[in-house]
């Protein structure tokens, strides 16, 4: 029990299943990191960020917490995209939330969870900044909903307003910033219509995002 033996099984079962396809996987995984996105998503189990867009480990750099959200004091989740982008020079972020999601559902109800108030006392801010969009909505799991698809464009914009983003688009780095929403009811991404590449493209892209509803890629 201590050494919970199942999951060191499975891992033993994925390895050797990994080489049964190309055993050269780990050899290539050890020598070199070049993964082209970073995934900035909830910590939520039932989103597991490779698996859902169907890529391998090393080709998705992770940064993952309560309700994906970027902020300006938290230093792990902007380590990790000043990495991304400075270091490993990858060419599109993404901020990926969920319907669904705990931690924006607590935030639109109020709700005390202890610890996490604070943290999802931005969520909070974003419920308030959008009274008027939410309590138009019939149902609480509407309003849940798009406080879900408003948390995302609002990291987007946190994201591209951070010096990391700012001063590689001042040194034409190519790098494209997106906001997608995953169901958990179907499995498929959609698209919350904000991938903004230049600092100038901002301010547009924001406001025509939070006009919109996303919708499935065919």
Known sequence: MRTLSRLFANNRAW?????????????????QQ???YLWIGCADSRVPA??????????????????????EGDINCLSVLQYAV??????????????????VGAALRG????????WLDHVAKIRDKNRDQLDHLPTEKDRHDR????????????????????EAWARSQPVS?????????????RDMNMCVTETDELRDRYEAARQTRPVAKA
């Open 15 to 31: 390895s050797e299943s990994m080489l049964r396809g190309d055993p050269e996987f780990f050899r290539r995984l050890l020598n």
């Open 34 to 36: 070049r993964p082209e």
């Open 50 to 71: 490779n698996q859902i867009v169907g890529l391998l480990p090393g080709d998705l750099f992770v940064h993952r917490n309560v309700a994906n959200i970027v902020v």
């Open 86 to 103: 400075d270091v490993l020079r990858v060419r599109h972020v993404i901020v990926c939330g969920h319907y669904g999601c705990g931690g």
């Open 111 to 118: 709700d005390k969870l202890g610890l996490a108030d604070q």
């Open 147 to 166: 406080l879900c698809e408003l948390n995302v464009i609002e990291q987007v914009s946190n994201v591209c307003r951070t010096p990391i983003i700012r």
């Open 177 to 189: 910033v997106h906001g997608w929403i995953y169901s958990l009811e179907d499995g498929l991404l």
